[in-house]
């Protein structure tokens, strides 16, 4: 009995043995069609310390792997990871994918089994950004599932600790990239899955001792839609510079908008739900809006704008009168103020049309806190858009006639200009007091956003000259006495504006020059054209 006992005990030793050496069964199976399957082998990108290593366990044969070199865990995403590697993948946007990652700690380590994941375009369910390649927001996947679930071989885990993690959502329908990057050394992936279905609540596999190999597998994306657009403009028609407002209705059978894009037949384009849009020149325009929704599809519509042409305009300022049906003197704050040192303003009585053209008049005083400059200024009662400006002006200096002798003083400016909405656009010419031989040329389309230059000319302010630009869209031309002198190119505005003639007073070291107190002095217009851009 002893004899038969001692051989049956030896034999399931035996038996014990060998199946510690029965390979693995490999599990092969295939996800639905949308699902995306990625082998971590093949990513193109690679960084740092991940090397792809032969695993026969493993998908393909192969998986990446970082080493473990005992470094210590890394406590957030980086913005520029220094390890990392990354593949692409195509994707519907405002999809709800589950997403999960098989891989194994060398081991079976739970000090070598977390990694962080970024996508480059995940947002929220409500279309914010989150988990971004090239920030520090990422999701944490640890093979670990749990506090009290083990790690063995192989394993199946999402972005989720003792429970699912949150969905992955994409903002656009294409090319998607995920990002992965160390956590903790160690770690060996070879199979990630974005499932919209199949796997969106249970893994591929087991989430430990895992054999299960899905085919490889990138969705072909497919894109219909059912939205109905329409497109109400307001209003349809006008004279240029015409603003439209645009309004699109939209309805979705299922689903919901993820972007609005605008083409309105002039050149210019706009991705705002409700845009405003000026058309400068006389046409007939076709505008077009293409709705894309959560499953990719487009569906468009539009709407035709028909613009006439405003006219030329022109004043040559020898009527005696300011034509009230085109400009206005204005009354107020002027340029060039520094408090306790200039206080600048523009009165009506600085406006003369007597003399048989237009003189705009500046005087400086002395006030008990500072120069007091008191200047004119004339303002078009309507804005005007791309086209022909032309001034015939005598820049500022003590003669009190249109073609008397006179001198240039410090501590003014002489200007003919275009000029709205704290310069949403501003296009100059500019001729300060210190610097009498310089002209100056400048665009903006805001406070802070300009170009620029500069040209010598000699005694602007003892004769009269044509200073004249011609603004298109992207590009304005500066002329003096008919010759090109400049051309800008950047920061060139588009909204229409008004036109703007003054004389101001400075008292500064740097723009304009320090005041002259008691000299009074004179601007000379003798027209003005504006003819629209065709």
Known sequence: MANSTSTHRSTLAVRALALLFIPAITTVAHASNNDVVLYASKA???????????????AGGHAIANPDMGAPTVTAPLAQPTNYFQLTFPAYSGTAYRLWIRGKSPGNSLNNDSVFVQFSDSVTSSGSAIDRIGTSSGMTVILQSCTSSRVRGWG????GWCGLGANVVFKNTGSHTIRIQVRQDGLSIDQIVLSPQTYISTAPGKTFNDTTILAANLPVLTSTST?????????????????????????????????????????????TTLPSHVYQSAGNYTAKLTVTDSTGGQTSASALVSVSGNGSFSDTFSSGNLDPSKWLASNG???????????????PSNVDLSKGMLCLKLQQQQGSSGVLSIGGELQSLTTYGYG???????ASSTSSTPTGAGTVVSGQISAGFSFVNNSQTEIDFEI????????????????SQKQYSSVFLASPDANFHHYKFIWVPGRIDYYIDGKLVSTHTSNIPSAPAYIMINHWGTNSTGWGGQAT?????YLYVSSFTYTPYQ
Do not use: C, H
Request: avoid cysteine; proline fraction near 6%.
């Open 44 to 58: 193109p990108v690679r960084a740092g310390t991940w090397r792809v290593v032969a695993d026969s366990t493993a």
């Open 156 to 159: 199946w885990t999402d972005n």
């Open 227 to 271: 939205a109905q657009v329409n497109v109400r403009v307001n209003p349809s028609s006008g004279a240029a510079p015409l603003s439209i407002l645009f309004t699109p209705t939209v309805k979705l059978a299922s689903g919901y908008v993820t972007g609005y894009y605008w083409n309105f037949g002039d050149g210019q384009t706009s991705t």
């Open 333 to 347: 704050f002027a340029p060039g103020t520094i408090s306790g040192v200039n206080y600048g303003s523009f009165v």
């Open 388 to 394: 022909t400006y032309d001034w015939v002006m005598r």
């Open 432 to 447: 300060e007091g210190q610097n009498p031989t310089t002209v100056w040329m400048t665009n903006w389309i805001s406070t």
């Open 517 to 521: 107190i008691g000299v009074q002095r």
